[in-house]
């Protein structure tokens, strides 16, 4: 009685393993978890490329992911055909008024 308890048990938690896994496929397909999930692993994917694309690192060759090109304006740039004011000394535009005194100059 004991041995036909247990392999009652035991073969019904194998059946219900079976019916999970099945259902479980089913659920899979039905809801298209796998197709999903494959999409996600290909965003992973892409995003890691792009993250280890650095800058200066195969942008000339590579014109797909070519960056934007951002113009940082240094001093360098700021002082650049500046004159200093004959007045006040301060850099000033060449010719027409300076901002700072007011003198005209050419
Ligand atoms: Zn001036």
Do not use: H
Request: with cysteine; hydrophobic share 40%.
């Amino acid at each position: 009685m004991v041995e036909n308890t247990m392999a009652t048990l035991i073969i019904t938690i194998v059946v219900l393993v079976v019916i999970f896994l099945l259902l479980r496929e089913v659920m899979c397909w039905y809801y298209k978890i796998n197709d999903i999930k494959s999409l996600l692993e290909q965003i992973v994917l892409k995003l890691n490329a792009l993250s280890s694309y650095k800058v200066g690192n195969d942008i000339e060759t590579d014109t797909r992911m070519k960056p934007m090109e951002v113009k940082v304006e240094t001093s360098s740039d700021k002082t650049e055909g500046m004159i200093p004011c004959k007045s006040c000394g301060e850099m000033r535009k060449p010719g027409g008024m300076c901002p700072n005194c007011g003198s005209w100059q050419t």
